[in-house]
C-alpha cells in the first residue's frame, strides 16, 4: 500500500470509534501505526513528513491507554494533547504536499493541501481555546462556538482523509510516481 493511502487508512482508524459494549473495535493505536508507516515511507521526499511521522508515533503512545477500557488516563489534558498530535500530523503532512505539488507545478494539489492545513490550524486552535471538561466533553458553555469548533475540525479531518485517499494526492515527482 502507497505511503498517502496509509496515512489516509491510519487517521480514518483515528477519527471513528467503533465501539461494542463500549470497548473500542479498532483502537486508535492502530491507526496512529498506520499513518506512521505511510509517513515513514514518504519521509525522503520531503523533510515534513519525518517530524509528521515523529508525532504520530506519539499519538500511538498517548493511545495505549485505550487498551484498558475501564481505565481513564489523563481525561482533558490527554484529549487535549491529542488533539494537538492530530493538528501536528495533518499541518505537517500537508506542508510537505504542499512542497512536492508546488515542485511539479501541480497548483490543484498544493491549493487542497493549503486550504486544509490552514483549516486545520483553525480547527486545533478553536478546539484547544474552547478546552475539554475532564469527562471528555466539549465544554457547553461555550454553545455555538463549540458546536462550530466539532464541525469545522470533523470537515477539516474528513478532507484530509480524502485528500489522502484520493487519486489526486499522487502525482509525478522528477518523473516519478511519487508513493
Do not use: H
Not at 33 to 44: E, F, H, N, S, T
Not at 106 to 134: C, M, N, T, Y
Request: charged share 20%.
Amino acid at each position: 500500500m502507497i505511503g498517502w493511502k496509509l496515512v489516509g487508512w491510519g487517521m480514518l482508524v483515528v477519527l471513528v470509534d467503533l465501539k461494542f459494549e463500549n470497548v473500542d473495535l479498532i483502537v486508535d493505536v492502530v491507526g496512529w501505526l498506520l499513518a506512521y508507516a505511510g509517513l515513514r515511507k514518504l519521509w525522503r521526499l520531503d523533510r515534513a513528513f519525518r517530524p509528521a511521522a515523529g508525532f504520530a508515533s506519539l499519538g500511538a503512545v498517548a493511545s495505549l491507554p485505550e487498551l484498558v477500557p475501564s481505565y481513564d488516563f489523563g481525561g482533558w489534558l490527554r484529549e487535549g494533547l491529542l488533539t494537538l498530535i492530530w493538528g501536528a500530523v495533518v499541518i505537517l503532512t500537508c506542508t510537505g504536499l504542499m512542497r512536492l505539488a508546488d515542485r511539479v507545478r501541480d497548483e490543484r494539489v498544493e491549493s487542497r493541501a493549503r486550504w486544509i492545513r490552514s483549516a486545520q490550524v483553525i480547527a486545533v486552535a478553536l478546539a484547544l481555546a474552547i478546552g475539554w471538561q475532564s469527562d471528555g466533553e466539549l465544554d457547553s458553555g461555550f454553545g455555538l462556538l463549540a458546536v462550530l469548533a466539532v464541525v469545522f475540525g470533523f470537515g477539516t479531518a474528513v478532507a484530509f482523509i480524502l485528500a489522502m485517499l484520493s487519486r489526486n494526492s499522487v502525482t509525478t515527482f522528477r518523473g516519478a510516481t511519487i508513493t
